[in-house]
């Protein structure tokens, strides 16, 4: 069972930076895939990118990402990354770390309390 805890949020400027991490203490990490969601107001919540329980088999990133965000792992400290670099506007929701794919919504299934990133024009 995953229990998940992001952190590195916050208010940045538009083509700024942010690393978010996310530590899962439910023991399984390593043997999953992982991904980034984020969600907007008022939209959906969307896959940013995902990758590999095998961190050498690289990893996907949705089209408005590309480029600009890089996920990672640390199996040995069961803890996931995003890099996020050249921060626009668009990018500004809530992000959330879980496997991939994601499970379904509370209460069917876990979702962390996610972290804000603000990116201000």
């Known amino acids: 069972q995953v229990q998940l805890v992001e952190s590195g949020g916050g208010l940045v400027e538009s083509g700024g930076s942010l690393r978010l991490s996310c530590v899962d203490s439910?023991?399984?990490?390593?043997?999953?895939?992982m991904g980034w969601y984020r969600q907007a107001p008022g939209r959906q919540r969307e896959l940013v990118g995902r990758v590999s329980r095998f961190a050498t088999s690289g990893s996907w990133y949705t089209d408005s990402v590309k480029g600009r965000f890089t996920i990672s792992r640390d199996n040995h400290k069961n803890t996931l990354f995003l890099q996020m670099d050249s921060l626009e506007p668009e990018d500004t929701a809530v992000y959330y770390c879980?496997?991939?794919?994601?499970?379904?919504?509370?209460?069917?299934?876990?979702w962390g309390q996610g972290i804000q990133v603000t990116v201000s024009s």
């Open positions: 439910g023991g399984h990490f390593s043997r999953m895939d």
């Open positions: 879980n496997i991939f794919p994601a499970p379904p919504p509370p209460p069917k299934g876990y």
